[in-house]
């Protein structure tokens, strides 16, 4: 069941911008992780934050997790072509083991 | 780059046949999951193995029957499919189930049913 909500759902920018990407969810977590996933292949994992963390940084990555708004963002710095893909955050709690998916957010960075 | 190896990358097949999707990895990770995406949606997971022994089925119709011979390998035996079951297949891993670790997802196999 899905349980993350992203938004937005499309974004495009122009190369070397930022780009921002929201994702909520509904119960209490252990971690959440984003995951990148070019047109048509396999995903990516980016970066994986815990719940008692606040903000995590891999490289032009920038994550932080509100766990009292139940939301997390994904930063993307200086963007590049190769930065489009979709990328989705995905949800572990301590009572399912399990991933829960968000819908994703398609992101264009247009040279 | 994938350290998860999926086979075929495409598969076409007609709902008469029996076909079979291959996943291997050598990373030393016990726990092997399928999933399946269709386009613009999220992977949906289907089964889960942990130490070669299946741990979840997620109501899964019996056309599809997993298989893990062995700690690296990942078998997707498939049976008489309907359209709607053209999707992208995916095979993912992780260290062990259960610890919230990340997972490392195949290529994935595109299968076509007609």
């Known amino acids: 069941s899905q349980q993350g909500e992203e938004d937005p759902q499309a974004l495009s920018i122009q190369e070397g911008e930022n780009a921002t990407m929201n994702c909520s969810y509904k119960?209490?977590?252990?971690?959440l992780q984003w995951y990148r996933q070019n047109s048509g292949r396999g995903l990516v994992h980016l970066i994986l934050?815990?719940?008692n963390e606040r903000e995590k940084h891999s490289g032009r990555l920038r994550v932080t997790l509100d766990t009292s708004k139940k939301s997390s963002s994904l930063l993307i710095t200086a963007s590049r072509a190769a930065d489009t893909a979709s990328y989705f955050c995905?949800?572990?709690?301590?009572?399912?083991?399990?991933?829960?998916w968000g819908a994703g957010t398609k992101l264009i960075i247009k040279p | 780059d994938t350290e998860v190896t999926q086979t075929p990358k495409h598969l076409v097949m007609g709902m008469t046949n029996k076909k079979s999707l291959k996943c291997e990895q050598h990373?030393?990770?016990?726990?092997m999951y399928w999933y399946k995406q269709k386009a613009k949606k999220p992977p949906e997971l289907m089964f889960v193995?942990?130490?070669?022994?299946?741990?979840i089925n997620e109501s899964v119709p019996s056309r599809f029957s997993p298989e893990c011979p062995n700690s690296s390998l990942l078998n997707l035996h498939l049976h008489a499919l309907q359209p709607e079951d053209s999707a992208l297949y995916l095979c993912?891993?992780?260290?062990?189930?259960?610890?919230?670790?990340?997972?490392?997802f195949g290529e994935g196999s595109r299968l076509t049913v007609l």
């Open positions: 993912a891993s992780s260290q062990f189930e259960g610890q919230h670790r990340e997972l490392f």
């Open positions: 990373m030393g990770h016990r726990a």
């Open positions: 193995y942990s130490y070669e022994k299946l741990s």
């Open positions: 119960t209490s977590i252990n971690n």
């Open positions: 934050i815990r719940s």
């Open positions: 995905a949800t572990a709690s301590d009572s399912n083991y399990q991933l829960i």
